[in-house]
Every structure is written in C-alpha cells, then in structure tokens.
T-cell receptor, first 110, second 114 residues
Framework: SQQGEEDPQALSIQEGENATMNCSYKTSINNLQWYRQNSGRGLVHLIL?????REKHSGRLRVTLDTSKKSSSLLITASRAADTASYFCATDYGGTALIFGKGTTLSVSS | KAGVTQTPRYLIKTRGQQVTLSCSPI?????VSWYQQTPGQGLQFLFEYFSETQRNKGNFPGRFSGRQFSNSRSEMNVSTLELGDSALYLC?????????????FGQGTRLTVV
C-alpha cells in the first residue's frame, strides 16, 4: 500500500520557473526522503529530512516538513530542462522499509 | 566506489516460467530492498533484507521470494510468472535498515512476461 501521496501528479513549467511538489502521508514517520527518477531508470536520492526538522536545503532544492499536517513539499528553484523527471517522496514504514508515493512527473521546457 | 548492480538488465519470459534477478549492493551496505514498478501501481515495496534476514515484506503473493547472501548480494525469485508480473524491478542498498538512511538504487531489471 502507498504511504505517501504526491500532488500534483503532473507539472509543466518553463525553464527558470520554480516547481513545487507536495507529499502527504498517513502514519507517523522518523524521516521523509525525496527521490528523482529519469525515464525508466533507477531512482536518485535528493534529500532526507528527519521528523524533528522543519526545513532543509540542498543546492536549488528546498524541502519542508510539517508533521502536524503529515505533509512535505519539495521546491526546485530556477528549473532547468535537466530537471525533467519524476519525483517521489518516501517515508519509513515501521522503521524497516522505505515506502514510496506514486510520484509527480515534472516537465521543464526551454 | 561501484554503485548498485542489477543483472540482467532486460529479460523476456513466458507465462508459467520462473525467473531469478540478482542485485549486488554497494560495498559495505548490509540492507537490500526490492521494489516493483509498473505504470498503474507505481513503486511497490516487495521485501527488505538486512544481514541475511528478511526484515519486512510487502503485500505480494508467495510466488515472490528473495534471499540475501553473506556478502550482502541478494536475489529475488518469481515463480509461475503471470502477465501482470511484467515490470521494472528495482533493487536498493543502504548502510542501515531501510528508511533510516538514504537508499542507492540500481538501474533495474525490466521483465517482460509474454
């Protein structure tokens, strides 16, 4: 079963614009992670935010976590065509597995 | 440092056959997890192994099984293949048990059942 749910399912923007994706989850977590997947390939880890953290930055990425609302957001600033990919949030499940949402497909056009 | 290696990359099997997929984790990683990815269901968790023990299992029938060897390499087996088993199978390794640390994914094995 899916623990996380990303929103929107698809997002199309122009290069240079910001992209925001949201993730909601169902049960309490120890941490939340975001991954990127380029067309049919393996996933690449982007960022991990622990349950006691509210915000984390990595380059052009900013992740927020609101445990009271069981939600997280991923902001990509100044998007580039190379950011075109699917983005997934993942949460730990019972501390022994990483469970993924269905993802947001981001398309950045030049 | 070598990444996660999955073999084979592509596989075509006939309904009713069985298949074994292999995953070599990053050196030093003791946790290996397997996922099935399909357009309809997304990324579904299959199982996780840590130090040769299955720590967690997803909601899949008993036809799906796996194991982990003492060198942390892992295999998953699917018996009596069905058309619906066609998918991208992804393996991920991590230092600690799944969920606590970042996972490193292989490129996947694309299985087609005909």
């Amino acid at each position: 079963s899916q623990q996380g749910e990303e929103d929107p399912q698809a997002l199309s923007i122009q290069e240079g614009e910001n992209a925001t994706m949201n993730c909601s989850y169902k049960t309490s977590i120890n941490n939340l992670q975001w991954y990127r997947q380029n067309s049919g390939r393996g996933l690449v880890h982007l960022i991990l935010i622990r349950s006691n953290e509210r915000e984390k930055h990595s380059g052009r990425l900013r992740v927020t976590l609101d445990t009271s609302k069981k939600s997280s957001s991923l902001l990509i600033t100044a998007s580039r065509a190379a950011d075109t990919a699917s983005y997934f949030c993942a949460t730990d499940y019972g501390g022994t597995a990483l469970i993924f949402g269905k993802g947001t497909t981001l398309s950045v056009s030049s | 440092k070598a990444g996660v290696t999955q073999t084979p990359r592509y596989l075509i099997k006939t309904r009713g056959q069985q298949v074994t997929l292999s995953c070599s984790p990053i050196s030093g990683h003791r946790s290996v997890s397997w996922y099935q990815q399909t357009p309809g269901q997304g990324l579904q968790f299959l199982f996780e192994y840590f130090s040769e023990t299955q720590r967690n299992k997803g909601n899949f029938p008993g036809r799906f099984s796996g194991r982990q060897f003492s060198n942390s390499r892992s295999e998953m087996n699917v018996s009596t293949l069905e058309l619906g088993d066609s998918a991208l199978y992804l393996c991920a390794s991590s230092l600690g048990q799944g969920g606590y640390t970042e996972a490193f994914f292989g490129q996947g094995t694309r299985l087609t059942v005909v």
